[in-house]
C-alpha cells in the first residue's frame, strides 16, 4: 500500500481543497506513470500536516475531506 499526504492543511478560516482538486492531484501522476486507475485502492490518502496544529473543526473539515475523497478514488476505480 502506498500512503501520500495529498491535503494540504489549511490556514484558518479557510476551506480545506476541494475534492475534484484533490482527486486530480492524485490521479494525474498515476496516470502518468502508467499505473492502471483500478489499482487506485491500493492508495492510502493522509493530510499533508499535523492535525493537532488545527482547531477541532477544523481538523474535522480536513478529515470529512479525506473521507469525501477516498470515496471519489474507490469510485473512481471501480468504473475503471
Do not use: C, F, M, Y
Not at 14 to 36: S, Y
Amino acid at each position: 500500500q502506498l500512503w501520500l499526504g495529498v491535503l494540504p492543511l489549511p490556514a484558518p478560516g479557510e476551506a480545506p481543497r476541494q475534492v475534484t482538486a484533490l482527486v486530480q492531484d492524485i490521479t494525474a501522476p498515476w496516470q502518468r506513470v502508467g499505473l492502471p486507475l483500478r489499482d487506485l485502492p491500493a492508495v492510502g490518502i493522509l493530510p499533508a500536516g499535523d492535525l493537532a496544529d488545527l482547531s477541532p473543526s477544523s481538523a474535522r473539515r480536513v478529515l470529512e475531506r479525506l473521507t469525501q475523497t477516498a470515496s471519489a478514488l474507490d469510485q473512481l476505480a471501480a468504473e475503471n
